[in-house]
């Protein structure tokens, strides 16, 4: 992935990161000095992007599950990014006291269905990871709007279908959508997913980017992802 620079480690089994993290991950907007909290950081797959892709200099992880968190420290090391990165395992719903009002950005690619909806992976680490067992989108935001410094932004990816919840979720915690860029698999197809940013006491005033579109006309991705795997793609919100 992008051009070579990332190669990661992660389960055989139960959870294992997707395209939408890499989409994420090319989502997000900030100054390279800014501090970042991957909220959620599996097995490191987001934070190294932007810290070996894209050029961020101090970005935390936080992963409750042990075996994620471990697989994000190796591959950390891995890639040498220990001056960039740092894992801690830690559940968001009660960062340190330190973390309070400390990041510029935060970056989630949260859980996206409910308990009770869909069939639940019988890997515990992919249920996580799919299903609202251990996080709701009420408390990643909350969790969020805590942890930023005044004027901070979240980036998230999430399915349309609850984009109005995660409006109100967000709201709720202070924090004002600004911009969506609906992804869909092919040209014509309905998105499957939609990329987020809103700003901690930001007045709702949403600007939606024209569509990604993931494949091309065949088999292949299309220009904008597959720059971003060849390692010489764009900002996803340059379009």
């Avoid at 070579?4 to 991950?25: C, H, N, T, W």
């Avoid at 609202?132 to 990643?140: K, S, V």
């Avoid at 998230?156 to 109005?164: D, E, F, K």
Wanted: glycine share 12%.
């Amino acid at each position: 992935m992008c051009g070579g620079r990332l190669v990661l480690a992660q389960p055989r089994e139960g959870y294992r990161f997707s395209l939408d993290s890499l989409l994420l991950a090319w989502w997000v907007e900030f100054a390279p000095a800014e501090r970042v909290l991957d909220a959620g950081c599996g097995a490191g797959v987001v934070a190294l992007a932007l810290a070996c892709c894209r050029g961020a200099r101090s970005v935390v992880g936080v992963e409750l599950q042990d075996e994620l968190a471990a697989y994000a420290r190796a591959n950390v090391a891995a890639h040498g990014a220990g001056d960039r990165v740092e894992i801690r395992t830690g559940d968001l719903r009660a960062l340190p006291a330190a973390f309070a009002a400390r990041f510029d950005v935060v970056v989630a690619n949260p859980p996206f269905r409910k308990v009770g909806t869909g069939r639940v992976n019988a890997a515990s680490g992919a249920a996580a990871a799919r299903h609202e067992l251990t996080l709701t989108l009420a408390e990643l935001a909350g969790a969020a709007a805590r942890a930023m410094a005044p004027g901070g932004r979240l980036y998230m990816i999430y399915p349309p279908g609850r984009l109005g919840e995660a409006a109100h979720e967000l709201a709720a915690a202070g924090l004002g959508l600004e911009r969506l860029r609906f992804v869909h698999p092919r040209a014509g197809a309905p998105a499957n997913l939609v990329l987020a940013a809103a700003r901690l006491g930001g007045a709702p005033a949403v600007a939606t980017l024209p569509p990604l579109v993931v494949y091309g006309p065949g088999r292949g991705y299309g220009d904008e992802v597959a720059a971003i795997y060849a390692g010489d793609g764009r900002p996803l919100y340059e379009c």
